[in-house]
């Protein structure tokens, strides 16, 4: 009969101990009301031993002047009110690092506008937003990144083979390049616009190095390049399956430049 007991206790404490991680695991608010806040936050993010669920919510707007790299899953959104984060020097913009860190912009059915603003200088080179070593982001509706004039890298990229940015609402518009996948990374777009960029080179939407372009919906519109004024693909993957690319110019290949 105690063998039994101690038995039973014995799966009771295995079973507890297998839960435990996942009781832990919270979701973690952080207030930003200022630039230092939001350096400040960041770094406590990345400093913390437990894979919570953090999220960033902007009390005021405010004016990113360096690089900010976020090694834990973090979503950033708008507080109460539409809200906005401007971009301003050549080292300026948010990063996401490492396999299973996932960075939302905004959120979900979130009704609060979230944007994301160049000073239009043509000199910074730095993207608003990097995805690498295999991180993921997503953006959502209400979200606009806007006035990115550098003909340098683009608003958005995404570098790694498992590194993912999936487009699910939102606009990207009034920009140079939108957008530059290299290196085996995906962009997947499901929905939103990219809308009315121009850049000198080849593709609004750059696909470089085994990438991959899968288009589910959405639309690009009013752009223009020197070559694939809506989309560029150098030896890699586009997959088409919904979706729109109209109006849109470049030196050859309006819509569509793609080589191997």
């Not at 939001?38 to 405010?62: M, P, Q, T």
């Not at 550098?150 to 939102?170: D, E, H, P, Y």
């Not at 004024?229 to 849109?248: E, K, P, R």
Request: net charge negative; glycine share 14%.
């Amino acid at each position: 009969m105690n063998r039994k007991i101690w038995k039973a206790l014995g799966i009771v404490v295995c079973m507890l101990a297998l839960a435990a991680p996942h009781a832990m695991a919270e979701t973690i608010t952080h207030m930003v009301t200022a630039d230092t806040d939001f350096a400040k936050v960041v770094k406590n993010i990345n400093a913390s031993g437990v894979d919570d669920e953090n999220v960033i919510e902007l009390c005021a707007d405010i004016t990113l002047t360096g690089n900010h790299t976020l090694k834990r899953s973090t979503t950033i959104k708008s507080k109460d009110e539409d809200r906005k984060i401007s971009i301003n020097g050549s080292n300026a913009g948010i990063t996401v690092a490492g396999e299973g860190t996932v960075l939302n912009l905004g959120a979900k059915g979130y009704d609060k506008k979230l944007t994301i603003e160049g000073d239009g200088d043509a000199k910074i080179q730095v993207a608003f937003v990097t995805v690498s070593e295999g991180a993921t982001a997503n953006m959502y509706e209400n979200v606009t990144l806007q006035n990115r004039k550098s003909t340098g890298n683009a608003c958005i990229v995404i570098m790694g083979s498992k590194s993912v940015f999936n487009m699910r609402g939102g606009v990207t518009e009034n920009c140079s390049r939108a957008v530059i996948a290299d290196s085996g990374a995906t962009f997947h777009m499901f929905d939103g616009e990219i809308k009315d960029c121009k850049v000198n080179s080849e593709g609004v939407i750059l696909v470089n190095g085994e990438s991959k372009f899968i288009m589910d919906g959405g639309t690009i519109s009013g752009c223009e390049a020197g070559a694939g004024g809506g989309l560029y693909a150098d030896n890699s993957t586009i997959t088409i399956s919904n979706g729109a690319i109209s109006g849109c110019k470049g030196g050859c290949g309006g819509g569509l430049y793609a080589k191997n």
